[in-house]
Nanobody, 124 residues
Framework: QVQPVESGGGLVQAGGSLRLSCAAS????????MGWFRQAPGKEREFVAA????????TYADSVKGRFTISRDTAKNTVYLQMNSLKPEDTAVYYC?????????????????WGQGTQVTVSS
């Protein structure tokens, strides 16, 4: 079993940048797909980005494509979400999730392990 642990959230002005980190507690991410999701107040949790640990293939939601970058550091067993050109509508709790296997999916219900979330607030 792997337990994702997020960090790096905070308050930033519109147009600014933040980098979120997701580290593994329990075992490595080596045979997982790692995803980032977010949930804004009053809204459903939505897919943001995902990366296949083996090979590094990535997928992004249209709303963040070109602004956010997901990556992983295999030596540190950590996944990152670099968020640039942030907008107020990016304000949400961001969650890291792990899915056993190699198929990248966007459906929240197909991820097996979840972190506790980290708050990102973008002021206008």
């Amino acid at each position: 079993q792997v337990q994702p642990v997020e960090s790096g959230g905070g308050l930033v002005q519109a147009g600014g940048s933040l980098r979120l980190s997701c580290a593994a507690s329990g075992r490595t991410f080596s045979s997982y797909v790692m995803g980032w999701f977010r949930q804004a107040p009053g809204k459903e949790r939505e897919f943001v980005a995902a990366i296949r640990w083996s090979g590094g293939s990535t997928t992004y939601a249209d709303s963040v494509k070109g602004r956010f970058t997901i990556s992983r550091d295999t030596a540190k067993n950590t996944v990152y979400l670099q968020m640039n050109s942030l907008k107020p509508e990016d304000t949400a709790v961001y969650y890291c999730a792990a899915r056993r296997g190699i198929t990248i999916v966007q459906a929240m219900g197909l991820y097996d392990y979840w972190g506790q979330g980290t708050q990102v607030t973008v002021s206008s």
